[in-house]
């Protein structure tokens, strides 16, 4: 990272920081600081290339609310003499009312970090590029009709300090990211491909390469012969990924209170409302260990907590942002993100999944007929006002009698009304898992690292197409 | 990175013998946000600077070619440096590759502009009164039309320079801007989002924005779902520039046309081949970076070769792959430069012919088709093309008249839908694509549970 900052130095930007707002608040309603230093390195491994590549993001984003709205500028420069110039600057057009002084607040400070069984900084690059050099050829050896493997080892050590005039939050953050491709040709020459992801805090991700690999194989021999699925409704079981999908996309964007502030999410006129079986609840929590999403407070300094978005089929509340949560008069959640400290702060999700249910999965497989398990997708997309359903690139296998046999499907798309989707929810699964992870973004853009899991769904009459 | 801390660095690097090549990249960007909420309240005003640099050095490990690429924090004194460019040449020993030429001299640079001279402006305050009478701008347009809300509008101007430095004595910058009018509108209980990005800030026109908007949510305001289809699509507005530019990676048609995907034997591209069996119009694809004002307007790419158009795709054969040096020598062609605006030829047929569905092929006009404006993500398979996308507002076209529908699902292939497509006369010019307003795709299928 940027700054080596022993409690020393801490104490220092601490007294900076602290002395920062006080300036800007002489004019402004209320001013903040928000210092993101983050340091990214990753080695993606292909067949016959490597490449590397090492990055530090860090910069320090002011902030101050005149009354109405926000103003914010940053910079990449941790200079006093910057620092104090742009504050001035921020607040400079902001009118001097006779504003109450602020009462001086003795600071709440808290530090936070993620810990992990294996520091990767113990563990030398060496070895990283022989964990990539081992696992693409562990991928092309499993069978002779994978042509190419791609293998993505990705760090990430961040630290976010947050100061306002009642705060001075640190949290040091750390993931390792592992990211598994299988390439395969068909018989007619179309190339198709399988992935598989995980995160962990450090180089204990390595224990998962096994696991990782004979899945990535599996599934793409599975995709020499996976077909387009014929449009129509099924019985669906989701995998964790996919219902951590289903939570993210379909439900928890229209629960962003920004969204619902600007009249866009269905979900106001729920509120309080039974929208699926009493044994559903959909969940958002930043500071559940360890997944791709997680945090200790957000950007605008609210600490992290569990939000219930559906409590026992029930809708109940909203993720938060200060500006619309203050304009709703609603509680915080902590759920305030930016992209980096050159981008505003929305409200977004963090680790989003259905809570585990009662049910075993392997009963659930048991009980249907005739029916798709949804193994992992593409990506998706929200519909906050309507509440349409859409989940892209599925990967799918047949459930016939009870059992899952040698029928696959590919590039499926999930579609549908959510309420009719979360009504016909019939089992949740006890088996829980949150692996993976992606970027979610808002508008395509902003987009800020969450996780995707959750328990098995077993949900009826799933529109399929 | 400060000239006197970036003529430190370059002494050093000068100095080292076991380094074969170097780059040293500076990227700053400078920028202004407006952020409004709901009827155009204003929420947030962002501006800033950020600066970030990069060291790319190349040494010989071997008879292979190391490689490191890695951020250079500003103010290191001499020694800190001086450790870093070991860290820099340590990580080279390790990431290796076969053999490759990663720098040349190359003759000149072109100069085409791809940047909006607004931001030769430095008065901060005139940004924020830009934002304000583009704000004011939409917002009057729309309080034209009944029955429609602001939900959200953001408008961010960027202005990015960036410079390279390289061992073989070159030093060439470039400079872009990328302006984005991003909105939400509501009308009845639909809405409807869109995103408008261009180099000059005055091609945003938010007026002519907002009337587009504020016609299509009105439309959707009205809209049914559709009941499945199989036949001919008319692809336009938003839906014909995500078609040929999705937002999360290029189109598949371009995408195979990737150096580093026929090194990996993914690509299924042969040069001098068809890529698809075309039927009617055949597809012919540029990639153009010297257009000016285009959003890929550029001088150079990352290995500082020089910006060339390219026929990419010609009458739908393979002509030319898009590549970086490195598997430029692996194919043993000459690399291509950076990927620029994607330029589409126009095709045989007026839009006032598609829309009639005009067909030489069967020598009937179709009567029915579905014109798809916008989808909800168009986000097609990279390698097989394959996509199922929802269709956020289409409208059924029959006998002259339009009919608005929401939702069902457009199945298909990107190279199979090529195979027998009508592009239009009639060009746009929006973001960096440059190709036809309209295109037709025959024998598709909308699936839907109407």
Same mark, same amino acid.
């Given at each position: 990272?940027?700054?080596?900052?022993?409690?020393?130095?801490?104490?220092?930007?601490? #007294?900076?920081?602290?002395?920062?707002?006080?300036?800007?608040?002489?004019?402004?309603?209320?001013?903040?600081?928000?210092?993101? #230093?983050?340091?990214?390195?990753?080695?993606?491994?292909?067949?016959?290339?490597?490449?590397?590549?090492?990055?530090?993001?860090?910069?320090?984003?002011?902030?101050?609310?005149?009354?109405?709205?926000?103003?914010?500028?940053?910079?990449?420069?941790?200079?006093?003499?910057?620092?104090?110039?742009?504050?001035?600057?921020?607040?400079?057009?902001?009118?001097?009312?006779?504003?109450?002084?602020?009462?001086?607040?003795?600071?709440?400070?808290?530090?936070?970090?993620?810990?992990?069984?294996?520091?990767?900084?113990?563990?030398?690059?060496?070895?990283?590029?022989?964990?990539?050099?081992?696992?693409?050829?562990?991928?092309?050896?499993?069978?002779?009709?994978?042509?190419?493997?791609?293998?993505?080892?990705?760090?990430?050590?961040?630290?976010?300090?947050?100061?306002?005039?009642?705060?001075?939050?640190?949290?040091?953050?750390?993931?390792?990211?592992?990211?598994?491709?299988?390439?395969?040709?068909?018989?007619?020459?179309?190339?198709?491909?399988?992935?598989?992801?995980?995160?962990?805090?450090?180089?204990?991700?390595?224990?998962?390469? #096994?696991?990782?690999?004979?899945?990535?194989?599996? #599934?793409?021999?599975?995709?020499?012969?996976?077909?387009?699925?014929?449009?129509?409704?099924?019985?669906?079981?989701?995998?964790?990924?996919?219902?951590?999908?289903?939570?993210?996309?379909?439900?928890?964007?229209?629960?962003?209170?920004?969204?619902?502030?600007?009249?866009?999410?269905?979900?106001?006129?729920?509120?309080?409302?039974?929208?699926?079986?009493?044994?559903?609840?959909?969940?958002?929590?930043?500071?559940?260990?360890?997944?791709?999403?997680?945090?200790?407070?957000?950007?605008?300094?609210?600490?992290?907590?569990?939000?219930?978005?559906?409590?026992?089929?029930?809708?109940?509340?909203?993720?938060?942002?200060?500006?619309?949560?203050?304009?709703?008069?609603?509680?915080?959640?902590?759920?305030?993100?930016?992209?980096?400290?050159?981008?505003?702060?929305?409200?977004?999700?963090?680790?989003?999944?259905?809570?585990?249910?009662?049910?075993?999965?392997?009963?659930?497989?048991?009980?249907?007929?005739?029916?798709?398990?949804?193994?992992?997708?593409?990506?998706?997309?929200?519909?906050?006002?309507?509440?349409?359903?859409?989940?892209?690139?599925?990967?799918?296998?047949?459930?016939?009698?009870?059992?899952?046999?040698?029928?696959?499907?590919?590039?499926?798309?999930?579609?549908?009304?959510?309420?009719?989707?979360?009504?016909?929810?019939?089992?949740?699964?006890?088996?829980?898992?949150?692996?993976?992870?992606?970027?979610?973004?808002?508008?395509?853009?902003?987009?800020?690292?969450?996780?995707?899991?959750?328990?098995?769904?077993?949900?009826?009459?799933?529109?399929?197409? | 990175?400060?000239?006197?801390?970036?003529?430190?660095?370059?002494?050093?690097? $000068?100095?080292?013998?076991?380094?074969?090549?170097?780059?040293?990249?500076?990227?700053?960007?400078?920028?202004?946000?407006?952020?409004?909420?709901?009827?155009?309240?204003?929420?947030?005003?962002?501006?800033?600077?950020?600066?970030?640099?990069?060291?790319?050095?190349?040494?010989?490990?071997?008879?292979?070619?190391?490689?490191?690429?890695?951020?250079?924090?500003?103010?290191?004194?001499?020694?800190?440096?001086?450790?870093?460019?070991?860290?820099?040449?340590?990580? %080279?020993?390790?990431?290796?590759?076969?053999?490759?030429?990663?720098?040349?001299?190359?003759?000149?640079?072109?100069?085409?502009?791809?940047?909006?001279?607004?931001?030769?402006?430095?008065?901060?305050?005139?940004?924020?009164?830009?934002?304000? %009478?583009?704000?004011?701008?939409?917002?009057?347009?729309?309080?034209?039309? $009944?029955?429609?809300?602001?939900?959200?509008?953001?408008?961010?101007?960027?202005?990015?320079?960036?410079?390279?430095?390289?061992?073989?004595?070159?030093?060439?910058?470039?400079?872009?801007?990328?302006?984005?009018?991003?909105?939400?509108?509501?009308?009845?209980?639909?809405?409807?989002?869109? *995103?408008?990005?261009?180099?000059?800030?005055?091609?945003?026109?938010?007026?002519?924005?907002?009337?587009?908007?504020?016609?299509?949510?009105?439309?959707?305001?009205?809209?049914?779902?559709?009941?499945?289809?199989?036949?001919?699509?008319?692809?336009?507005?938003?839906?014909?520039?995500?078609?040929?530019?999705?937002?999360?990676?290029?189109?598949?048609?371009?995408?195979?046309?990737?150096?580093?995907?026929?090194?990996?034997?993914?690509?299924?591209?042969?040069?001098?081949?068809?890529?698809?069996?075309?039927?009617?119009?055949?597809?012919?694809?540029?990639?153009?970076?010297?257009?000016?004002?285009?959003?890929? *307007?550029?001088?150079?790419?990352?290995?500082?070769?020089?910006?060339?158009?390219?026929?990419?795709?010609?009458?739908?054969?393979?002509?030319?792959?898009?590549?970086?040096?490195?598997?430029?020598?692996?194919?043993?062609?000459?690399?291509?430069?950076?990927?620029?605006?994607?330029?589409?030829?126009?095709?045989?047929?007026?839009?006032?012919?598609?829309?009639?569905?005009?067909?030489?092929?069967?020598?009937?006009?179709?009567?029915?088709?579905?014109?798809?404006?916008?989808?909800?993500?168009?986000?097609?398979?990279?390698?097989?093309?394959?996509?199922?996308?929802?269709?956020?507002?289409?409208?059924?076209?029959?006998?002259?008249?339009? *009919?608005?529908?929401?939702?069902?699902?457009?199945?298909?292939?990107?190279?199979?839908?090529?195979?027998?497509?009508?592009?239009?006369?009639?060009?746009?010019?929006?973001?960096?694509?440059?190709?036809?307003?309209?295109?037709?795709?025959?024998?598709?299928?909308?699936?839907?549970?109407?």
């Amino acid at each position: 990272m940027a700054l080596k900052l022993d409690n020393k130095a801490l104490k220092k930007v601490q #007294d900076l920081f602290s002395a920062l707002i006080n300036m800007m608040e002489e004019r402004a309603e209320s001013a903040d600081i928000l210092l993101i #230093d983050h340091k990214e390195s990753s080695i993606n491994r292909d067949n016959d290339n490597i490449d590397f590549s090492e990055g530090i993001d860090f910069g320090i984003k002011l902030r101050a609310f005149d009354g109405e709205k926000y103003i914010e500028t940053h910079t990449t420069e941790f200079d006093e003499q910057k620092l104090t110039l742009l504050a001035k600057t921020l607040v400079k057009d902001i009118p001097v009312k006779n504003k109450k002084k602020n009462k001086t607040i003795k600071q709440s400070v808290k530090k936070f970090s993620e810990k992990c069984k294996i520091n990767p900084a113990k563990i030398t690059l060496q070895e990283k590029i022989k964990l990539t050099n081992d696992v693409v050829a562990k991928v092309k050896n499993f069978s002779d009709k994978i042509t190419a493997a791609r293998v993505l080892y990705e760090e990430n050590a961040e630290r976010r300090i947050y100061a306002s005039n009642s705060k001075f939050y640190s949290q040091d953050l750390m993931k390792s990211t592992l990211v598994m491709i299988a390439y395969v040709k068909t018989a007619d020459g179309e190339t198709r491909y399988s992935y598989d992801s995980a995160v962990r805090n450090g180089f204990e991700i390595k224990k998962e390469v #096994d696991k990782m690999i004979k899945k990535v194989g599996k #599934d793409a021999l599975s995709m020499l012969s996976a077909k387009k699925i014929k449009p129509g409704k099924y019985t669906a079981i989701l995998s964790p990924d996919l219902s951590g999908l289903l939570a993210h996309e379909s439900f928890g964007h229209g629960m962003e209170s920004d969204t619902a502030f600007n009249d866009r999410a269905k979900s106001v006129g729920f509120i309080g409302k039974k929208i699926a079986p009493s044994y559903v609840s959909i969940i958002d929590y930043p500071k559940i260990s360890t997944k791709h999403g997680t945090y200790f407070f957000d950007d605008e300094g609210n600490l992290a907590k569990k939000t219930y978005l559906v409590r026992s089929g029930v809708v109940k509340d909203f993720l938060t942002e200060d500006f619309s949560a203050n304009m709703m008069k609603i509680k915080k959640s902590g759920n305030a993100r930016c992209e980096s400290f050159d981008h505003k702060s929305y409200a977004r999700m963090s680790n989003t999944y259905f809570e585990k249910g009662k049910e075993s999965s392997k009963k659930m497989i048991a009980s249907v007929k005739d029916g798709i398990y949804l193994i992992h997708a593409s990506g998706g997309m929200e519909d906050p006002k309507s509440w349409g359903v859409q989940l892209q690139g599925v990967f799918g296998q047949r459930i016939k009698d009870g059992k899952l046999v040698d029928e696959y499907y590919t590039d499926i798309g999930v579609t549908g009304y959510l309420l009719t989707i979360l009504s016909n929810i019939r089992k949740v699964s006890k088996e829980f898992e949150i692996e993976g992870g992606g970027s979610c973004g808002k508008g395509h853009k902003e987009w800020v690292p969450v996780s995707s899991g959750g328990p098995f769904l077993l949900i009826d009459e799933v529109e399929l197409s | 990175m400060k000239p006197e801390q970036k003529k430190a660095l370059i002494e050093i690097l $000068k100095k080292r013998k076991n380094i074969l090549s170097w780059l040293v990249l500076t990227r700053k960007e400078r920028k202004y946000n407006l952020y409004c909420v709901k009827n155009g309240v204003d929420e947030n005003f962002l501006y800033g600077d950020k600066e970030s640099d990069f060291l790319v050095l190349y040494r010989e490990v071997n008879g292979m070619i190391g490689e490191s690429t890695m951020s250079f924090p500003k103010d290191l004194t001499k020694d800190e440096m001086e450790k870093k460019i070991d860290d820099a040449e340590f990580v %080279a020993t390790l990431i290796k590759n076969p053999r490759f030429n990663p720098l040349e001299k190359y003759g000149n640079y072109p100069n085409a502009t791809g940047y909006d001279k607004f931001f030769d402006e430095k008065d901060p305050k005139r940004y924020e009164t830009k934002l304000d %009478a583009m704000k004011n701008e939409f917002i009057d347009e729309l309080k034209k039309h $009944k029955n429609i809300r602001l939900a959200n509008l953001e408008i961010f101007l960027k202005d990015i320079v960036s410079e390279v430095t390289t061992s073989l004595g070159g030093n060439i910058s470039q400079r872009r801007t990328e302006n984005m009018l991003y909105a939400i509108l509501l009308s009845a209980d639909k809405e409807f989002a869109s *995103t408008k990005t261009e180099c000059r800030i005055d091609d945003l026109d938010p007026a002519g924005f907002a009337r587009q908007m504020a016609t299509t949510v009105l439309d959707a305001s009205k809209s049914d779902k559709p009941k499945s289809f199989e036949g001919d699509i008319i692809l336009s507005q938003d839906a014909i520039l995500e078609f040929f530019c999705p937002s999360m990676h290029e189109n598949p048609a371009v995408l195979h046309a990737f150096g580093r995907l026929k090194h990996m034997k993914i690509s299924k591209y042969e040069l001098g081949k068809p890529i698809a069996d075309f039927k009617r119009d055949r597809l012919t694809i540029t990639s153009n970076p010297l257009a000016d004002y285009g959003l890929r *307007t550029l001088k150079y790419d990352g290995d500082t070769v020089p910006a060339q158009k390219m026929v990419i795709i010609e009458n739908g054969i393979f002509k030319n792959f898009v590549t970086t040096k490195m598997y430029a020598d692996y194919l043993k062609i000459k690399p291509s430069g950076p990927l620029g605006n994607i330029e589409v030829a126009s095709g045989s047929k007026s839009e006032k012919e598609i829309y009639a569905g005009v067909d030489d092929l069967s020598g009937k006009k179709s009567g029915k088709s579905y014109e798809i404006v916008s989808f909800a993500w168009f986000n097609p398979n990279p390698f097989s093309g394959e996509f199922s996308a929802e269709i956020r507002l289409g409208y059924v076209v029959e006998n002259g008249k339009k *009919t608005p529908f929401k939702g069902g699902m457009l199945t298909g292939n990107v190279f199979k839908m090529i195979e027998n497509a009508y592009y239009s006369k009639e060009t746009i010019k929006s973001g960096y694509y440059f190709g036809p307003k309209v295109a037709l795709f025959k024998d598709m299928t909308v699936a839907s549970e109407e």
